[in-house]
């Protein structure tokens, strides 16, 4: 029987390897992981927003795609500029786990630190923040970006709340024994 490898492409192979999994690429695991945190909370603020998410579970998505769905559901936020930042975190994201060695990384990881550093302008000393290692950079990047969609997320509920009542109120028959929300 013949072997699938030669020993060359084992020897290569082994060696790629070790140099992917031997060590933690701390970076790629805020990214990783952060990103995941944000696709979350876009799908709870598109799921709080509509009436019928489960009609969009079979819709497959894209992340781009769910932003601009919230993107557009806000009423003063639409254009702020946070977005711009949470679409850099993804492109960053699709670099890092769609390629081990991409060539644009260090381009999307500086687009996200300036976008990152242009929020957080009028923060005293941040410019100090600049020295940090990309890793933290990235975590403070997606914690803004995490506290931005949370105050989005009070948004949608707010607006929620009114939808309720007003069905209540105007809708009387779907509701017979329940009392307002």
């Not at 254009?79 to 949470?86: A, F, G, K, S, V």
């Not at 990047?141 to 707010?158: H, M, W």
Request: charged residues 30%.
């Amino acid at each position: 029987m013949k072997e699938p490898f030669s020993d060359a492409q084992r020897k290569r192979f082994t060696e790629r390897f070790a140099e992917h999994l031997g060590k933690v690429d701390e970076l790629t695991l805020v990214v990783l992981k952060g990103h995941l945190l944000l696709e979350e909370a876009i799908e709870k603020i598109i799921s709080t927003f509509v009436f019928h998410p489960e009609q969009l579970a079979d819709g497959r998505l894209t992340f781009v795609q769910r932003v601009a769905i919230a993107r557009s559901m806000s009423l003063d936020e639409h254009e702020n500029t946070m977005w711009d930042l949470i679409l850099a975190i993804n492109a960053l994201r699709n670099d890092l786990a769609h390629s081990l060695d991409s060539p644009k990384r260090s381009n999307t990881l500086a687009r996200v630190r300036e976008l990152y550093f242009r929020e957080c302008a009028d923060i005293p000393n941040i410019q100090r923040d600049r020295l940090r290692e990309d890793q933290h950079i990235m975590a403070l990047a997606i914690a803004l970006s995490f506290g931005f969609l949370g105050g989005f997320q009070n948004e949608v509920d707010r607006f929620k709340e009114w939808v309720s009542m007003l069905d209540h109120m105007v809708n009387r028959h779907r509701h017979p024994r329940r009392s307002l929300p």
